[in-house]
């Protein structure tokens, strides 16, 4: 696992944006799997302007749902959904052939995680993903405790998480499950990296990278990946020893 430390969160999305645009370079049908939320936004903008600038070809690339709320409508300005066509689709003019995202309204959520799973399978394996990491450690939506051999699977979301996620929606929203890729995708990817920015994850990052590795903090397992980045800003990185 490498650690990179930036000064603040504009270098750090600059950064990160670099990293990604090179994995595209290097591999034009790459598999990509990208996170919403706050952290990575300023990363996708940068993203969008950065694929002009150098002509950066994602035509061939195919993105894969990290995550979603279930019961949320893709119309919804807080879903998955609605987050990675405003910030990437759209600005990147992604065809619908090259998206698959969780359709968290669908009755039968089990055949919808395996329809998932079948998908990355056929695409090859997901060569990218770039993860955030929520107050409570998780990634995606692999909440504390969550078993480390899952694929992709429905999940009960932990308080912290139903709260913070309020930040997403205009109003005040029900968030009580979450569909998601699981931890054995992210062992398997190819190359994984993880984002984090602002005082308010510090304490959460030096659980990540100092405290033993463990699903109950399922950021941790990045410490196991063959080829795993983690990029934080200075003030996500406050509470890490020195050395
Ligand atoms: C989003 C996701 C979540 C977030 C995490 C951090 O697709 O999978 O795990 O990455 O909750 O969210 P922000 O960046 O908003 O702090």
Redesign the pocket.
Known sequence: MLLHIYKDYNTLASMAANEIIGVIKSKPNAVLCL??????LLTYEMIAIQAIDENVDFSRCTFIG??EWVNIPPDNEGS?HFFLEKNIFKPLHILNSQIHLFDALEKNLEAECRKMDKTIRENGGIDLML????MNG????NEPGVPDNLYSHVIALDTI?QS?GQ?YFRQSTKLQSGITLGLQHFMECRKVIMMASGIKKSLVMRKTLEDKVSTEMPASMIRKHDNGVVMLDEEAAALLKKD
């Open positions: 996170a919403t939320g706050e952290t990575p990290l995550d998955c993860v955030g990491v929520g998780h990634i995606g939506f998480t913070v930040k």
